[in-house]
């Protein structure tokens, strides 16, 4: 890395804590201007005055905005506590939030892996295919898929393949756990993934990333087959199959390499959509369920890990970009 | 493709030989390549449809072409297509075919008023500023683009229109009773109004990044060095000279950006916290009829919602990635 690179890492990097502190006290705050009461959530059926205000102090919502995300963030930066669910009674966010977050990473871990294996090789087809008919058709139906919302598609995958053809249960997450790993710590150990129900949810969130992926690989291939060097490969009379693995796709799959390490930032996120309609216990239902429930401590620690993660995978995104391909140097300003 | 080539690459030999070649300008040939394109243009004619027919949602109802989106007939619920009710009938007995035209409506208004605040004003005037003027302007609103673009906006675009749509009602409320206007909450106009700023607020930032980067290339070229040395002011080097310059890339980040808008107004409502009921909406539409039990006794209910939405979606990618085409000659 040449030193523009390096500073120019290091600005990005001193901006991380400005961003995240302003992100962190916007959300404070949204959560807390809203209407609802998590008071009235939490007091259950002791429903007089005095036990709200109980509960307030208890909580520390009768201080000012402010003075509570001061405590708020100082539990969070002291002691890695990141709070307790109204909710759920008696458990911490972190108790409840890391189970959700493996949860949905199991999904989508296969999603990755299926999506991968059959975009690619789709992205690569089309692009050779340019200048024939197959190339629009192909992109087309990659649009296509694109265009339908899971809110849209799972519907209709659990009318058909659960209830009129009766193949696959309507449920997303096994009731009763086939595939455990016993090693796991206690709440992880179940392998959900591994089951009849998550077919359905799997299709649903693998329909809309294989068009993703074919799309991405088709210009990425595209771009490169355009380059002198591909041209000379082929004049030298080197056989169609290796100009294609040697030349092209190594230099196509560089750029494609960066999208595969922001995907894997996406593995600890949910899909709210999918995993609420199918019913899967993972971090995106749980944000769906805290928002609904006015959980503040639940929503603030969901969308914090969801930016903490994505400004440092952005970070590092752009270091592994100038370590594969050196011609990429930042912060070189002509002038 | 080699017929295009010739069109474009003015050959030294073309200028003294016989033949005329018709000087075109960038746009007219981008349009000339975008005419070429039947799956692109049979988009364009949906989405062209789907507007018109939208936005003529109050005049074909007052008409009498179709209903309003609230008459119901609570003897003639759940019906499946007919002649009378193409789309069938819902719960309350509304027709739906109405329901989808008032609820393309909703999409039209969302679209428009986002894309203009956000996609345009903003993004422009924003990229325009920062990539111009530079310096501390240019650091500011990058930093504030930083914040926005890593916040995970559908959690946040979901978070701030459950919190503030009481404030905003109570704000249209002030509003009425200090004008005298009177059916401005009861007409959903805050709801709107919320969903689009928010989508605008998080809209911009893509749009305003790719302005600047071009920006900051093209200041540093001859015509705007000639144009600043024969004393034109800022404002025109802006407008006259920069901004036709970057006009293609406005045009198709905005068509990029379309479906997403559409998508998240959708979202939200489907969400029960964008527009609120009886004001139509694909994604209340959506979320009535996707119950696995009421799909498979009334499937009409969200097929046909189902199919123009997703319709629509694919129209909006398929004009965006033709402009995309059209419009960035290198990775035709």
Redesign the interface.
Known sequence: MDSGTTSYLVRRLMWVPVILFVVSFVTFALGRLGPGDPVRVAAGQFRDDEAFERIRAARGLDKPVYEQYYIYMEGVLTRMDLGESFRYQDYDVSEIIFPAIWRSAQYNAVVLVLTLSMGIPLGVFAARRQGTWADPASISFFLFLQSIYSLISVPFLLLFLALKLGWLPASGWPRDCNVTLDFLPQGYECIGVLSAEAVIPIIALSLPAVAIWGRYTRAFTLEVMREDYVRTARAKGIPESKVMTRHVLRNALLPLSTMIIFSLVGLLEGSFFVETLTGIPGIGRLAFEAIGGRDYDMIMAIVMLGAVTFVLASIVVDIVYTMIDPRIRYGARSN | ?AREAIEIAPSPISEESPVEQKAMSPTRLALRRLLKKK?AMIAIVFIIMFYVVGASAPLLSWVGVIPSYNDQNLDNTLQGPSWEHPFGTDFLGRDQLSRVVWASQTTVIITVASLITGGLILAVSLGLLSGYVGGWVDSAIM?VG??FA???S???L???N??????VRGLAADLESFTGIGGIVKSGAPDYFLIAITLSLFGWVGGARIIRSQILSLR?TEFILAARAVGAPTSRILFRHLLPNVANIIIVSLSLGL?GIA?SE??LT??GIGIQPPHPSFGAM??E????RT??VH?HL?AFP?AV??GL??S???LG?ALTDVFTPR?R
């Open positions: 493709m799956i930093r930083d914040i890593s916040l995970p559908l959690l946040i979901i978070l701030i459950a919190t503030m749509k009481d404030q540093e479906a998508g959708i979202v489907w969400f959506i979320f009829a996707s119950g696995v799909l498979n499937p969200l189902a939405v997703v979606f694919f909006f990618n398929l990635d990775a």
